[in-house]
């Protein structure tokens, strides 16, 4: 039996199918099982894959009436015999050891499947998918979609491997006849998995076409294209109220309303009046199974639109389109009193009815971080950076209070310990502001975390650490961990002995500083040429008394 079956949907792609098919056959993991249905292709594509495959040890090509991509998959994964299997679209490319990589990840961890990191090309460059940036931050083994919501977003089917027992255990299958059909089946499988394995590294090449014939993500102004994602997000929403997921359900609903319903809101120019129409009508009917409060925390922009769709006030939420496409009126506030609110249309305008609070930032602005540098000094880590309210300017040192602690990130306690931290001077931050002109000249800080607050207890074999910052404005206050590496040094930060046994790691976990401390064993000391060898001279930690 093959360790993994590649099910290959084909249909119309004669431009692109060749190159695809070489990126299997050049995959590092022998033994594939590759099988390529040809959904009724008019272009020769069923030709050349029959050509592609003939001789090749594993691979098939089946032949059916054209159905859409979906009944194709589950075509081809009825016909699949490999303990674990992938989908791949036949314009789309492999790297060469994304398989190895994820089989074996799989395999070692026993989890359910394993998703990875997607780059975007168009012919001419590369580049991360936004979406999939957005899902995946980092190599994780045996987590799941609770511990990392983020996950929400990996919505794709084919930077994946499943267990193909864990599909059929669980009857996921893909709908058929629709747009869209990743989305009922791999979000629920992030949902039913026990566990699953992300890895940071690109698996999946996925092309922007850049021919007259686009594809269904590149023709977001259809109303066929608008009725089956709305139709997809409501087959998950369905899963999670049977399941009774209520963190997941409020996880997805997020996912919807800044993701999957504004790709058509900002398209909203380029569509037929039915299809403005249908917008307004299907997200109505979709806002009735989100929580008030979940709306409520949402960009101002958004609330606007949503809050004039329930009200079915299309030409309103026209008028709010055409004014929000003009990057000027973009990002731009106003404060009235102690609050602060978004220069947003009809907000002056009662006879639209619009609350205040639709428009309010006062609460909602971020705390925005960066890390310009990080050093040793005197055994102690300096952290040079920023940190300022979104949209809230800090010209002076009386514009707000700041306090830095030190949080543990593992044990029991998670305790946190108070940092010193002095003002910088930042004049660079106001100068690269966009928008609307706002003063952030005093909104850098030198921080420094003692040496001794990362030591470990005695016994402790390792411990994590993040930086922690809170600022306080007459309008407002918020407080975050502190990350954003700027370019220089503050990328590439140098580890340092705390203690002699005990080394301190600045890193990042996606954007966000910690430090990691790990009691070391022994010490490299020399590494020097001895005629053909190589002469590495270890000490061993000392001995402090504490282990």
């Not at 310990?417 to 004049?427: C, D, E, G, T, Y």
């Not at 430090?515 to 020097?528: D, G, H, P, Y």
Request: hydrophobic share 40%; proline share 5%.
């Amino acid at each position: 039996m093959p360790s993994l079956s590649v099910v290959v949907p084909i249909y119309n792609v004669s431009d692109y199918l060749v190159a695809c098919l070489e990126s299997l056959v050049a995959q590092t993991l022998g033994g594939l099982e590759v099988i390529l249905v040809d959904d009724g292709s008019t272009d020769g594509s069923g030709a050349m894959a029959d050509e592609f495959a003939a001789g090749r040890d594993g691979w098939q090509v089946l032949h059916v009436e054209n159905g859409g991509l979906g009944r194709a998959r589950n075509i081809g994964m009825d016909a699949s015999t490999g303990e674990f299997v992938a989908f791949v679209d036949s314009d789309d490319l492999i790297p060469r050891d994304a398989y190895e990589l994820m089989l074996h990840a799989v395999s070692e961890s026993g989890s359910d499947m394993v998703c990875g990191g997607v780059l975007r090309f168009d012919g001419a460059s590369t580049f991360n998918s936004p979406l999939h940036r957005r899902a995946i931050t980092r190599t994780q083994m045996r987590t799941h979609i609770h511990e990392t919501p983020s996950l929400i977003f990996d919505s794709t089917a084919w930077n994946k491997i499943y267990r193909r027992s864990f599909l059929a255990k669980h009857g996921l299958r893909f709908p058929e006849g629709v747009y869209y059909e990743d989305i009922p089946l791999t979000l629920p499988a992030h949902f039913l998995a026990t566990s699953v394995d992300v890895l940071a590294d690109p698996v999946y090449l996925w092309r922007e076409r850049q021919t007259a014939v686009q594809s269904i993500t590149q023709r977001r102004a259809e109303t066929k294209n608008l009725v089956d994602r709305l139709a997809a997000v409501t087959a998950v929403d369905d899963f999670l109220a049977q399941q009774g997921d209520e963190v997941g359900k409020q996880i997805h609903d997020r996912k919807v309303l800044t993701v999957d319903v504004p790709l058509f809101l900002d398209v909203l120019h380029e569509g037929s009046p039915d299809f403005q129409q249908q917008v307004v009508a299907l997200t109505a009917e979709y806002l009735k199974r989100v929580p008030d409060e979940t709306v409520a925390r949402l960009a101002p922009i958004r609330r606007l639109q949503y809050h004039l769709i329930t009200r079915g006030m299309l030409d309103e939420l026209i008028e709010v389109h055409d004014h929000y496409r003009d990057p000027a009126n973009r990002g731009q506030f106003v404060r009235s009193g102690l609050r602060m609110y978004a220069d947003l249309p009809f907000r002056k305008d009662p006879s639209k009815g619009v609350p205040d609070s639709v428009y309010e930032v006062t609460r909602s602005q971020p705390l925005r971080t960066g890390v310009r540098d990080l050093y040793w000094q005197g055994g102690d880590l300096m952290v040079d950076g920023h940190a300022f309210i979104h949209r809230v300017p800090e010209a002076t040192r009386a514009s707000s209070v700041r306090r830095f602690q030190l949080r543990r990130l593992d044990g029991p306690s998670r305790e946190r310990r108070a940092l010193s931290a002095k003002r910088v001077q930042r004049p660079d931050l106001t100068a690269r502001t966009t928008g609307a002109p706002l003063s952030y000249d005093a909104a850098g800080f030198l921080a420094r975390v003692p040496a001794e607050l990362l030591r470990l207890a005695p016994g402790e074999a390792q411990g994590s650490f993040e930086v922690l910052a809170q600022v306080a404005t007459p309008s407002a206050r918020r407080g975050s961990s502190v990350g954003n590496p700027e370019l220089g040094r503050g990328r590439h930060p140098r580890r340092a002995l705390i203690a002699p046994d005990e080394l301190a790691i600045p890193a990042y976990a996606g954007k966000r500083l910690t430090i990691s401390v790990r009691r070391v064993e022994a010490l490299l000391e020399s590494v020097r040429n001895e005629g053909d060898a190589v002469r590495f001279t270890l000490r061993a930690a000392a001995d402090d008394g504490r282990c």
